[in-house]
């Protein structure tokens, strides 16, 4: 059975760190990346890296404060977040997908992924 599930939301304050952690299980992925879905909007992309961790990618939102890593011996992937604003309060999501493109577009893409974890809330307070 495939799954994927989240751990190390919680309440966080503004401009402090946070690590989210996703494990693996089920099968081997090509492609994991985190999602996030603040109250009332649409999920956004935040996150993505490829098997061998040389292909990643981040949201203009998030870039150079977030860092998404994998340990495929685990099968764990990884978000550490720095830096955190209000506005990156919402409920992160683990997926994963069969993906090996070279393009960063296809890895913020939703239907790239074939399976995705239940989500964990992080809320960033001011």
């Known amino acids: 059975q495939v799954q994927l599930v989240e751990s190390g939301g919680g309440l966080v304050q503004a401009g402090g760190s946070h690590r989210l952690s996703c494990a693996a299980s089920g099968r081997t992925f090509s492609s994991y990346a985190w999602f996030r879905q603040a109250p009332g909007k649409e999920r956004e992309f935040v996150a993505a890296?490829?098997?061998?961790?040389?292909?990643?990618y981040y949201a203009d939102s998030v870039k150079g404060r977030n860092t998404i890593s994998r340990d495929n011996a685990k099968n764990m992937v990884y978000l550490q977040m720095n830096s955190l604003k209000p506005e990156d309060t919402a409920v992160y999501y683990c997926a994963a997908g069969p993906l090996t493109s070279y393009s960063g577009t296809d890895y913020s893409r939703e239907s790239a992924y074939d399976s995705w974890g239940q989500g964990t809330q992080v809320t960033v307070s001011s």
């Open positions: 890296i490829s098997w061998s961790g040389r292909r990643i």
